[in-house]
């Protein structure tokens, strides 16, 4: 944006509606407690200040998520041209004088439920005086999910691939929330850290959720990778519909299970470059997160009989110790 914008870097955020902003934020603090269970917890160690800002970047991300999985589109261009209009709706909000009201919505192809959280998502865009290209980069990679878009992919041969798709679905979620969390450093030194920290939580859902995206026709696991443990698209199609997971596929679960504990591995040092009041929430993201791969170790690789969800008795515990930094 130009040094006019109203999300100039160091600007404040423009004067909105109180009453509406409050509303705004309320609605994304409880899409994240409905969908967002791990990231929900985790939120509730950040300082009563910035939480709220973080609750308007998942608010932002699960409505455009709903938008691209919305069955009631139907015709997939319909969800490209939702897309679209977010796009333009965020660009015209966040490109007017400071101190001027946020126009209504005028554009009948913007989601209802979207202007629901434009208010607290411009709100924290300008208060934190966070780039925008890292929404457009995400809903370029949202873009990629939808048939019909010039920019579809449901399948990824390789694993740079894959990145190149995460790279606006995981990465610049990590840093639209860097500047929110702070750091005790300039802030470029954190953000290759805060982008594989958003890539490994990408990959764990990704691992957890095969078969509900094989549901979708998609497959988010690189086909090289799986070809090298003799996996191939028929075989994970058998797996879904017998519910069992063949002794090749677990071999390969095995390998891209590390290449995420890697990612995680990658992504901790970047945690001590928070300022230290985030520091305990966002080890709690990442070991709540880290534990899904846990679950799926211990089910056998069972990822099409059940879906790995950390027990609530030990989510608990591990918040516990990650607050304590033990």
């Known amino acids: 944006m130009n040094g006019r914008s109203g999300v100039r870097p160091g600007a404040p955020a423009p004067p909105a509606d109180a009453a509406a902003l409050r509303d705004a934020y309320e609605h994304c603090r409880r899409v994240a407690a409905a969908h967002g269970r791990s990231y929900y ?45 977010v796009e333009r709706r965020l660009r015209t909000a966040w490109s007017r004088p400071i101190g001027m009201p946020m126009a209504p919505r005028t554009d009948p ?9 434009v208010p607290a998502l411009t709100d924290t865009v ?6 925008p290209r890292h929404f457009w980069t995400f809903l370029d990679s949202m873009r990629m999910d939808i048939p019909g878009s010039p920019l579809f992919r449901n399948r990824y041969p390789t694993m740079a691939a894959l990145y190149e798709y995460m790279r606006g679905s995981a990465a610049a979620i990590g840093l639209q929330l ?22 490994a939580f990408q990959l764990t ?27 191939d698209e ?26 995420n504990r890697d990612l995680y591995r990658c992504a901790r040092p ?28 211990d089910s056998g690789y069972a990822v099409f009989a059940q879906r790995a969800v950390v027990p609530q008795r030990r989510r608990l515990r591990l918040a516990a110790h990650a607050a304590l930094g033990t």
């Open 41 to 85: 917890l985790a939120t509730r160690l950040l300082s009563a200040d910035r939480r709220p800002a973080v609750h308007a970047l998942y608010g932002f991300a699960r409505t455009v998520d709903d938008i691209v999985d919305d069955p009631h589109l139907g015709e997939p261009r319909r969800a490209v041209t939702a897309l679209d209009a």
């Open 205 to 231: 859902n990704f691992l957890r959720d095969i078969g509900e995206d094989l549901d979708r026709d998609r497959i988010y696991l690189p086909a090289a990778e799986l070809a090298a443990f003799g996996v």
């Open 109 to 117: 192809t913007l989601p209802a439920a979207f202007d629901r959280v």
């Open 234 to 259: 028929a075989l994970l199609i058998d797996g879904r519909r017998t519910g069992r997971t063949d002794r090749r596929l677990r071999r390969a679960l095995a390998h891209l299970i590390a290449v």
């Open 178 to 199: 860097l500047p929110v969390l702070g750091t005790v450093c300039p802030a470029a030194e954190a953000e290759p850290a805060a982008a594989a920290l958003g890539d």
């Open 270 to 297: 970047g945690i001590e470059l928070l300022t230290p009041r985030a520091r305990p929430g966002i080890r709690t993201a990442a070991a709540l997160y880290a534990a899904i791969l846990d679950r799926i170790e």
């Open 126 to 131: 300008g208060r934190f005086a966070i780039d």
